[in-house]
């Protein structure tokens, strides 16, 4: 099956899902006419774990260490196949892998603690933290959940911490700097790194 694994720089990324409850205003999935190559990264059916280990033995990993787990979905709303997946690669070749998530995993899952399953098989996990409140954040990301979506996000964040070994959150660089300090500043009383990334039209 095509899509389920894709290479961009240096990284190999694994495209395991359409389906996100969200809605975010800067999504790519919106921008149906400037996808591009990206347009291709819609699944035709969501890859069974047959599938997608059947796609990691039929791909050269040769020169690549590093794995991400990313859209075209949310990768969370595939997590025990996203799992079992890394649990495969890690037994292949020491790879550090990574998941890009919207961070509503427990919601989406509807679980008290879905970071628990990375142990071990997760290396790092960048969650989207778009905003420095609920309020904000749902102006942005509009999440079925409501406004709970925004602590189940931080939880999970803090909960990550337990499991795996690094754990950062981003924001974009088009909130504004008075945005971004207040996000940065969440993020240093919960003890985790802020990243600040160059938004991509
Ligand atoms: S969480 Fe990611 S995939 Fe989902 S709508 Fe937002 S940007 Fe798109």
């Known amino acids: 099956m095509e899509n389920i ?3 961009y720089g240096q990284k190999v990324y694994f495209n395991l899902t359409n ?3 969200c809605n975010c205003e800067f999504c790519i999935r919106h921008n149906e006419n400037g996808l591009g190559d990206m347009g291709s990264l819609w699944l035709d059916h969501e890859p069974s774990v047959e599938e997608i280990k059947d796609a990691v033995d039929n ?3 040769t020169g690549y260490t590093d794995i991400v787990f990313c859209g075209f979905g949310e990768p969370t709303c595939a997590l025990d196949k996203l799992i079992e997946t890394a649990k495969y690669l890690k037994t292949k070749k020491d790879f550090t892998i990574r998941i890009n998530t919207n961070g ?3 919601l989406i899952n509807n679980t008290e603690d879905s970071s628990k399953l990375m142990e071990g098989v997760i290396d ?3 969650i989207s933290l778009n905003a420095s409140d609920a309020k904000k954040y749902n102006e942005i990301v509009h999440p079925v959940y409501g406004e709970k979506a925004f ?8 909960d990550c911490k337990k499991h795996v070994k690094s754990v ?3 924001v974009v660089d088009t909130i504004g700097e008075e945005e971004i300090e207040k996000c940065r500043r969440l ?7 802020l990243r600040v990334r160059t938004y991509i039209k």
């Open 124 to 126: 790092v996990v960048s």
């Open 59 to 61: 791909f050269d990993f």
């Open 19 to 21: 389906k996100c409850p």
């Open 151 to 158: 602590d189940a996000m931080i939880k999970f964040a803090k």
């Open 5 to 7: 694994i894709y290479t």
């Open 187 to 193: 993020c240093s009383e919960n003890g985790i790194d």
């Open 168 to 170: 950062k959150m981003t």
């Open 104 to 106: 509503l995993s427990d």
